[in-house]
């Protein structure tokens, strides 16, 4: 299987340079490999066995086996944060954005992630104008169990559908930390349940239950999925800079973050959308950072941002261009789609040289332009070119960012696997709730 191509040479960094901090990394990176075979889970980086984890995917089979697809029209996922974003862009990366539009394509997956009062009416108005409960599930996600808005969302949602559906606590699932406060309440209201491995952080997840239950529910091929996953570890864990595409994007990105503290994927499909957001929320967590490995406050990080091309050529690029030298950037794109053609019409004569061209093509001439554009003002980026976009080529590419942000954060000097600052807005919400 051939996945992205990787092209760094507009990265404006010498190879002696990246080299040499690539060599930082050799340790680590045999690190990687040895927990990456190990299914013990008891260090954050075993999130590396989940795609090679056939008692996993057995469990996750034999959960969603248990159900009459056939019949099922919506799943509904309840989580935020890493509980949904990793499964929202392999979703919306599959199916797309207006899948909604789409009738006949079943099931279709909901997703409840911040508490809205509109998304929580419109959400229980459909489930109660089904026939039978047999046409939805609901999955509820939180590790820990006690995640504000997940809870909130998921007890409010049942309370709004359970006088038309009695039975409404055989179609949820929860997924959570084995023996977790939500798992033992799931025990107790016999919901069904399958575990998160305790040292899996959230961010990393989408190849744990997390991300494999919704989306083998909703028909999309994981094992495929984790196939392109496993593809990328084994890739991404060998001391080879030349074909370990994880090490050099990692690299090239510290070695710019000295002095470009923003980070922008500029994805060229809007499929892509989601795997932005999932990767932004992969950097924010893990490079920004209060104290470093040693304990010294320094404050780390870099800022992440998501384009959309061609969508935000039109409201950004004079930033992009014309603006300050602040930012690396990384032009995603697919190389192969089907796609119609632009007719020969008295319309298209307004804009010369785009009769009789497919709309990919069109991309294609866009993207070009864009890298050109970079490099007259002597902007850095890379390329990444997909060669499709289905389970296997989405698998590799969110593992290779996965590795990417582990290698990242060894280099700055942080932990990848905590977010204590996150902990400062919970306690303080926690307060407030108490005094309404």
Same mark, same amino acid.
Not at 1 to 20: R, T, V
Not at 81 to 98: F, H, P, R, W
Not at 373 to 383: D, E, G, H, I
């Given at each position: ?12 960094? @010498?190879? /002696?340079?990246? +080299? ?13 490999? +040895? ?26 089979? #034999? ?18 944060? =890493? ?12 199916? #797309? ?34 026939? @039978?409960?047999?046409?939805?599930? $609901? ?37 959570? #930390?084995?023996? *977790?406060? %939500? ?21 990393? /997840? ?21 196939? #392109?996953?496993? /593809? ?33 994927? %500029? ?6 959308? @989601? ?8 950097? &924010? ?14 404050? /780390?990080?870099?800022?992440? $941002? ?13 930033? %992009? ?15 192969? +789609? ?6 020969? *019409? ?7 040289? $785009? ?11 866009? $993207? =070009? &332009? ?12 890379? @390329? ?28 700055? &000097?942080?932990?990848? %696997? ?19």
């Amino acid at each position: 299987m051939k996945y992205f191509s990787f092209d760094y040479d507009d990265a404006q960094i @010498s190879e /002696s340079k990246l +080299e040499k901090s690539a060599k930082k990394l050799e340790t680590y990176i045999k690190k990687c490999h +040895e927990l990456s075979t190990q299914d013990s889970y008891t260090e954050p980086e075993q999130s590396l066995h989940l795609p090679s984890d056939e008692n996993l995917i057995a469990n996750v089979e #034999g959960l969603v086996g248990e159900y009459n697809l056939d019949q099922l029209k919506y799943i509904v996922l309840v989580g935020i944060g =890493g509980s949904n974003l990793g499964t929202m862009a392999v979703y919306e990366s599959l199916v #797309g954005q207006l899948d909604y539009l789409t009738a006949a394509r079943k099931p279709k997956m909901i997703f409840l992630d911040t508490v809205s009062s509109q998304k929580m009416y419109q959400t229980a108005e459909l489930l109660n104008s089904l026939q @039978s409960s047999d046409e939805f599930i $609901i999955v509820s996600i939180s590790k820990s169990g006690k995640t504000t808005e997940t809870i909130a969302n998921f007890a409010l949602l049942i309370s709004l559908v359970e006088e038309k559906f009695a039975d409404i606590n055989d179609r949820c699932i929860v997924i959570s #930390g084995e023996n *977790s406060a %939500f798992w033992q309440k799931a025990e107790k209201l016999r919901m069904a349940k399958i575990s998160i491995p305790e040292s899996v952080g959230g961010r990393f /997840s989408v190849f744990s239950a997390v991300g494999l239950v919704p989306l083998a529910l909703a028909g999309l091929n994981v094992r495929a999925l984790l196939r #392109g996953a496993a /593809s990328a570890i084994d890739s991404g864990t060998k001391f080879d800079f030349v074909h370990n595409h994880s090490l050099k994007s990692a690299v090239i990105t510290f070695i710019h973050s000295q002095k470009l503290p923003i980070h922008n994927t %500029f994805l060229f499909n809007p499929r892509l959308d @989601s795997c932005g957001h999932w990767y932004r929320q992969l950097m &924010g967590e893990s490079l920004g950072k209060k104290l470093n490995l040693k304990g010294k406050t320094v404050h /780390s990080g870099i800022t992440p $941002i998501v384009s959309i091309g061609s969508t935000d050529l039109h409201s950004m690029a004079q930033l %992009f261009y014309g603006g300050p030298k602040d930012k690396f950037t990384n032009v995603v794109y697919c190389l192969h +789609e089907d796609s119609p053609i632009v007719p020969n *019409s008295d319309l298209t004569e307004l804009v010369p040289n $785009i009769q009789n061209n497919k709309l990919v093509d069109i991309m294609h001439a866009v $993207i =070009g &332009g864009v890298k050109e554009a970079y490099r007259q003002n002597k902007l850095p980026f890379v @390329s990444i070119a997909l060669p499709a976009i289905d389970e296997e080529q989405i698998g590799y590419y969110l593992q290779f960012r996965m590795l990417e942000m582990m290698y990242l954060a060894q280099l700055m &000097g942080v932990n990848a %696997f905590d977010q204590p600052s996150v902990e400062d807005y919970k306690k303080e919400t926690a307060k407030l709730l108490a005094k309404i």
